[in-house]
């Protein structure tokens, strides 16, 4: 199978349901040439990301120097920029805050004392993915990608297509 053009929105659809079912991904950041990576509670609105941080931590200060992140949730490979927001009670993270305590209210039991504490160093991270891709294993083995930036969605077998430069997708 050579690449094919498939259903931007279609793709956009289930790439949203992905991640509805999960609440937790492998986020990478990095600074120059040092890359680091773990797994952080995630919430999303359609293919839009949040999490959040202490501002202290060594994530916050590579992301403040590079807003390029990278995101694996199960066979979902999400490449994106981040907007580090303010406090979680900033009026511009109401929509954070209501979308916590309604997807996930036994999580939020544990950390909204935190997230609610105005002394906190907590901040809300919002990561606008720019490339997705998700790979489909079994007899029908292929990897579509959806590129958010161009409304692109495409279907690539990477075992018959071994040559294939995935940027351009």
């Known amino acids: 199978m050579s690449p094919t053009t498939i259903s931007?929105?279609?793709l956009k659809q289930e790439f949203s349901q992905q991640l509805q079912k999960t609440g937790h991904g492998v986020l990478a950041t990095s600074d120059g040439n040092y890359v680091t990576a773990r797994e952080?509670?995630?919430l999303s609105d359609?293919?839009?990301i949040?999490?959040?941080?202490?501002?202290n931590s060594r994530k916050f200060k590579q992301m403040q120097a590079n807003k390029n992140v990278a995101l694996s949730i199960n066979n979902l490979q999400i490449e994106g920029i981040v907007a580090l927001k303010?406090?979680?009670?900033?009026?511009?993270?109401?929509g954070f805050i209501r979308m916590f305590k309604e997807k996930r209210p036994e999580v939020y039991k544990n950390w909204g004392p935190m997230l609610e504490d105005s002394n906190s160093n907590e901040r809300v991270l919002e990561i606008t993915p720019t490339r997705i891709a998700f790979f489909h294993g079994?007899?029908?083995?292929?990897l579509d990608i959806m590129n958010v930036a161009r409304e692109t969605a495409t279907r690539v077998d990477p075992l018959n297509e071994p040559n294939v430069n995935y940027?351009?997708?």
């Open 8 to 10: 931007y929105d279609e």
């Open 46 to 48: 359609g293919v839009k």
């Open 138 to 142: 079994g007899p029908d083995l292929h």
């Open 40 to 42: 952080m509670m995630i």
């Open 86 to 94: 303010g406090h979680p009670l900033d009026d511009e993270n109401s």
């Open 50 to 55: 949040w999490c959040f941080t202490s501002e």
């Open 167 to 169: 940027d351009q997708y």
